[in-house]
């Protein structure tokens, strides 16, 4: 079962007042990100199937990358996270 509903994600993002990345960014996005996740598995971290989810939702938004950053540390309940997003934290009633 997975612990993220990133269709309840997905529906937060979508009400950010953000600028979607053009095509050519979220394609120069989407090539970064294959190349981070490449090198963490090489480093014996591959992420979690749900962690994929989470970021291949925010490249299908076009999140660009300084707010997928900040999206995650409020889902993370980082203390570091902007208060003001409204990103629900993960395990948060």
């Known amino acids: 079962m997975s612990a993220?509903?990133?269709e309840?994600?997905?529906a937060e993002v979508?009400?950010?007042d953000y600028e979607r990345g053009s095509s050519a960014e979220a394609a120069m996005w989407c090539e970064d990100d294959a190349d981070a996740r490449a090198n963490l598995a090489i480093d014996g971290m591959?992420?979690?199937p749900d962690d994929d989810a989470l970021f291949d939702m925010l490249r299908d938004e076009?999140?660009?990358p300084p707010l997928a950053t900040a999206i995650v540390?409020?889902?993370l309940g980082h203390p570091d996270a902007d208060p003001a997003l409204?990103?629900?934290p993960i395990g948060a009633d």
């Open 73 to 75: 540390l409020k889902l």
């Open 4 to 6: 993220l509903d990133i």
């Open 86 to 88: 409204a990103v629900t």
């Open 62 to 64: 076009a999140v660009p």
């Open 46 to 48: 591959a992420l979690t």
């Open 14 to 16: 979508r009400a950010l």
């Open 8 to 10: 309840a994600i997905r």
